[in-house]
């Protein structure tokens, strides 16, 4: 599937080629999930690890019984006691609630328009949202439009992947990292899933 992504990166990186070769071939895979469950999820993973994270979900999607996950109107109705009673606080409730309002407005489109649009366009349009920042939006790209060149370059993953990865002492700048990541275009999603998977072992 990332066939010539991996070919590119490796020929245009040497160091990046070697964790490729030991890291074996690229599975990322976009998530079935809509924009607005993956901007909800986001906003739910935000300064939690993912356990924690995934257990208020949990709570959050058995105030909807027989749902999978709620609806933006199911959201909107229900009042915030309730919400933060299953572990959310009071700003994730806040940016969650804005989230369903712009999805019912179109500012949060289905997945079919977004593809219709430029990442600058969806940045654009999702960091207007209360809790969305660039990285937020960034996953988005990645896991859910299956973007092939985004490089996620405050993630602290990636940049821990990048240090372990080029045998750094410290972590990279932002900056130093995108400089870096020109020579990954067009597929840093990729690179950036690699750095990721550095970390596995």
Known sequence: MHEAAVEHLSKADPVLARLIRRVGPCRLARKNTSPFQALVHSVAHQQLNGTAANTILKRVIGLYPGRKFPAPEGLLATPDRRLRGAGLSRAKVAAIKDIATKTLEGVVPASRAFAKLSNEEIHERLTAIRGVGPWTVEMLLIFTLGRPD????????????????????????????????ERWRPYRSIASWYLWRSLDD
């Open 150 to 181: 985004v490089l996620p370059a405050t993630d602290y993953g990636v940049r821990k992947g990048f240090a372990a990865t080029y045998r750094r002492k410290e972590l990279p700048a932002p900056d130093e990292l995108l400089e870096h990541g």
